[in-house]
């Protein structure tokens, strides 16, 4: 028996079951319990970037969207920096944007959305030129292990065609499932995106 | 203790090394010890698991870094569920502490990040419009709560002991007493949800949502013992749950090719 390397093994995930609300969306859940409440909306009057609405699904092998899921997303600011002290990029950081939100599905339609910015492109460790993309983190009844995926901009398309992330996906008809496609409501811009979790168009999660 | 738990340092005694944050990649995630997508005994998972397979990507600067949390998110009753939705008296139950630490796979101690966690009452039931379990609902207890990990990485809460419950499952399934947590670490890509457990409880092998985890030792670690030194005598029995994080390199340095 050679040495042992001591390392510690990650805690196993379990499912965040069906009263994730309780937890962590209590305001949602109708539940008045804590003086501060994260959510949905992840810009105040001051945050700089173009406002945009992200508006979408998630979708079981059945078809039907999902009522009782919670969804994270953490992103970039309007230059392309993250709020964290491990991103040293160029770009200027925002201090009116943390850059991170969590919403659950409405209980009736299941459509979960974001008051967000558009988020800047990144620059990774090689240097590369990345495009803005929203990052995603998805827990529910049922989901053994958050899955993780990302959002792309459908107005994006040079970027979008460099990106080396999208270009890992094969067949490249499966990165269409990561694009949030752009629309415009009452003069504000609104990204619709669909998460199929299972099925034909199946959406691309990461093992990161 | 298996040779895979983590080590009980209690930080008032044994102050660990320093924390500093790492911008290197995550360590790859051991995906035996995890529950897989598809776990048919777990009926709700076969219409919600992908089933096509995860595209491998390198950490990048999206998934090393992650939402900074502060004492301004927190309101000061947050981490005691006893008081938090306390209306005319305490909540009914079997009054605990549960603490720990929040740890990443080199042992090191993962300071100020969040942890959250989300119960049933004393009777088995949660407060909430779809749980009808006929256990009745207690006035004085809301069964939610966070709490931002000192400078050690250890956190502490108070509550009442959750009761066990029936559930739709397999006709007759009944989950084990247990506290949902959910922990960020300094990086997106640690975001963990999991469940603890109590040490002792006879539905832990029945149950088909802890016996998803195929590994043995996996399912030990989520099974908090009781910690009969940190109770408070006459007043509450204390439970110790310690929780992994994903590791992680440090960068690599052209003067320090050997990382640190």
Redesign the interface.
């Known amino acids: 028996m050679p040495q042992p390397l001591n390392y510690l093994k990650e805690t196993a995930s379990q499912t965040a079951g069906p009263y994730v609300h309780i937890g962590l969306i209590p305001a949602m859940a109708g539940f008045d319990i804590f003086e501060k409440n994260f959510s949905n909306v992840l810009v105040t009057p001051n945050t700089q970037g173009e406002r945009i609405t992200l508006e979408g699904k998630v979708i079981d092998g059945s078809g039907t969207p999902l009522r009782d899921v919670l969804l994270e997303i953490w992103q970039a600011n309007a230059a392309g920096r993250y709020n964290h002290p491990a991103d040293r990029s160029a770009g200027a950081l925002d201090e009116n944007f943390r850059g991170w939100g969590r919403g659950g599905s409405d209980f009736e339609s299941g459509l979960v959305t974001f008051e967000t910015i558009k988020p800047g492109a990144i620059t990774d460790k090689a240097g590369r030129k990345c495009a803005p993309h929203v990052n995603i983190w998805i827990v529910a009844r049922g989901i053994n292990i958050g899955l993780n995926t990302r959002l792309y901009f459908s107005d994006e398309e040079a970027a979008n065609a460099a990106d080396p992330v999208l270009n890992l996906v094969e067949p490249p008809a499966r990165r269409k499932t990561l694009m949030a496609t752009r629309s415009e409501r009452a003069g504000k811009a609104v990204y619709s995106f669909t998460i199929n979790l299972q099925g034909p168009d199946e959406t691309v999660f990461f093992d990161v | 203790m298996n ?2 738990a ?1 080590a009980l340092r209690d930080p008032r005694f044994n102050r660990p090394e320093p924390f500093t ?3 290197g990649g ?2 790859q ?3 035996t ?5 598809y ?1 048919p005994g ?1 009926k ?9 397979a ?4 390198e ?10 949390f502060g004492h ?4 000061p009753l ?1 981490n005691d569920l006893i008081r ?2 306390a209306k005319d008296g305490d909540p009914v139950g079997e009054r605990i502490i549960v603490h720990g630490r929040v ?5 090191r101690g993962v300071p100020n990040t969040l942890v ?3 119960q049933a009452n004393a009777g088995g039931r ?6 009808t379990y006929l256990a009745p609902i207690d006035p004085n207890f ?3 709560g ?1 709490a931002l990990t000192d400078d050690t990485g250890y956190y502490y809460f108070r509550t009442v002991k959750p009761g066990p419950y029936p559930w739709r499952n397999f006709v007759n399934s009944w989950r084990p007493a247990h506290i ?1 947590f ?1 922990v960020f670490g ?4 640690q ?5 603890m457990y109590f040490e002792g409880d006879p539905l832990i092998p029945v149950c088909p ?2 016996t ?2 195929p ?1 043995k ?3 030990d ?2 099974v908090a013992p009781l910690d009969f030194n940190a109770s408070t005598p006459f007043d509450s029995l204390a439970y110790r749950f310690d ?5 992680q390199r440090s960068t690599y340095f052209e003067n320090r090719s050997e990382g640190n």
């Not at chain 2, 709700?44 to 096509?52: G, H, T, Y």
């Not at chain 2, 740890?103 to 042992?107: I, K, N, S, Y």
């Not at chain 2, 949660?126 to 749980?131: G, N, S």
């Not at chain 2, 300094?186 to 890509?189: D, I, R, Y």
């Open positions: 040779a895979q983590p944050p790492r911008d995550f360590f995630r051991d995906r010890i995890h529950p897989p997508a776990a777990y709700s998972s076969v219409l919600r698991s992908p089933r096509q995860l595209l491998s990507l950490s990048s600067i999206s998934e090393t870094t992650g939402p900074v301004n998110d927190l309101g947050d938090n939705y740890l990443d796979e080199t042992g959250e966690f989300w949660y407060r909430h419009k779809k749980d809301g069964g939610c966070r949902h959910s300094s990086g997106f890509a975001r963990l949800i999991t469940q949502i802890l998803t985890i590994d030792d996996a399912l670690r989520l929780i992994v994080l994903r590791g």
